[in-house]
């Protein structure tokens, strides 16, 4: 059981907007793709979500854009789970250069857990709790992805 994911890329040519750095709709998409990713890790596919009658949807984003990235960039974005309550779970996310010091974006998402085919929200399933541990504090995932730095 892995407590932060971390999902290595580089920034393709296509990310990047008319200011010559990424575009914010790409820190949205790379949000999901870590969340989904750090998911299917433990176990957690599409098709075992649909079998237990548990997906998630977002209720909210938000995003702190502390500096620019470019195209050819080799980033991390560190994903764990801060939360679990009822029929929610809030995720967080740190997105740093591969190699340096410091933050490009911190960010965290509120997913809500609906019955798909009711639409509506669900208890979040235990074995699902059962399968990541917690990380509440931005210091705690930031000590386990840069020993020393806080």
């Not at 991390?76 to 190699?99: C, M, N, P």
């Amino acid at each position: 059981m892995r407590s932060v994911y971390t999902h290595a890329f580089t920034v393709p040519e296509s990310a990047i907007d008319v200011n010559d750095h990424v575009s914010n709709i790409e820190y949205v998409r790379w949000m999901q793709d870590a969340a989904t990713a750090h998911t299917a890790s433990e176990g957690w596919t599409l098709e075992r979500y649909r079998e237990r009658r548990a997906v998630w949807v977002v209720r909210t984003h938000f995003i702190e854009y502390l500096r620019p990235a470019f195209a050819g960039d080799r980033l991390e974005l560190h994903t764990w789970i801060a939360s679990v309550k009822d029929f929610q779970s809030r995720r967080k996310y740190l997105l740093t250069r591969e190699g340096e010091p410091g933050l490009i974006a911190k960010a965290e998402t509120l997913w809500i857990c609906i019955d798909p085919l009711s639409g509506r929200p669900r208890r979040v399933p235990e074995d699902f709790i059962n399968a990541f541990d917690l990380v509440p504090e931005d210091a705690d995932a930031l000590r386990m992805i840069q020993p020393g730095s806080v």
